[in-house]
């Protein structure tokens, strides 16, 4: 069973933030995080072993609840390249499992 | 750095054929798992390859069978095309064991008619 992101997709200005969120009902161990734009490889972003530990990249940071099962993205004054399908993947016994996505759209 | 580079890019087969995939992984990288992405949808797991053996499957038929050689590159082996087998097919490297983040390649893009 994969993760669930929330919300499905996201529609924004430049500049504004928004936050992706990743649940899993399964034990999280560790929580990566990826961006695929359109016809494109996903690209890593970050990933997170740690319960609560919070990383950050530019202006994208991610925070991880293992209690909760859950890891949150975090995108600050978004830019147009922020554009694209975000992942986050849970690490089950040498198996990097997919959760079901989340579009980001960034508009001028 | 090459990074993860993965052949053919494109590809279009007949029902019923056999295809074989192949990907090179970074450098310093030991571990190579491939997956299938279909349109509007996520990466699917497929299964993951470390010291030539297959260590995880997802839930794939046994249609799909893979191999890693020493070198660490791989291929992806499909038996029996279906035209559900139509879908971009991802090869990704990572170290570590596996344990660390996967680099992905650009892709093969299947097409089965």
């Known amino acids: 069973q994969q993760p669930v992101q929330s919300p499905q997709a996201v529609i924004l200005r430049e500049g504004e933030d928004a936050v992706i969120n990743c649940s899993s009902s399964?034990?999280?161990?560790?929580v990566h995080w990826y961006r695929q734009k359109h016809g494109e490889a996903p690209v890593f972003l970050m990933i997170?072993?740690?319960?609560?530990e919070q990383k950050g990249h530019d202006k994208i940071s991610a925070s991880f609840n293992e209690k909760k099962q859950q890891s949150s993205l975090y995108l600050t004054a978004s830019q147009l390249s922020y554009s694209g399908t975000y992942f986050c993947?849970?690490?089950?016994?040498?198996?990097?499992?997919f959760g079901t996505g989340t579009r980001l759209q960034v508009f001028p | 750095d090459a990074g993860v580079t993965q052949s053919p890019t494109h590809l279009i087969k007949t029902r019923g054929q056999q295809v074989t995939l192949r990907c090179s992984p970074k450098?310093?990288?030991?571990?190579v798992s491939w997956y299938q992405q279909a349109l509007g949808q996520g990466p699917q797991f497929i299964f993951q390859?470390?010291?030539?053996?297959?260590?995880q499957r997802g839930n794939f038929p046994d249609r799909f069978s893979g191999h890693q050689f020493p070198n660490y590159s791989s291929e992806l082996n499909v038996n029996a095309l279906l035209l559900g087998d139509s879908a971009l097919y991802l090869c990704?490297?990572?170290?570590?064991?596996?344990?660390?983040?996967?680099?992905f390649g650009q892709g093969t893009r299947l097409t089965v008619v």
């Open positions: 990704a490297s990572s170290g570590g064991q596996g344990r660390g983040e996967a680099f």
């Open positions: 399964k034990a999280l161990y560790s």
């Open positions: 997170l072993l740690k319960g609560g």
């Open positions: 993947g849970e690490n089950q016994a040498h198996k990097l499992i």
């Open positions: 450098s310093g990288h030991d571990t």
């Open positions: 390859y470390y010291e030539e053996e297959e260590r």
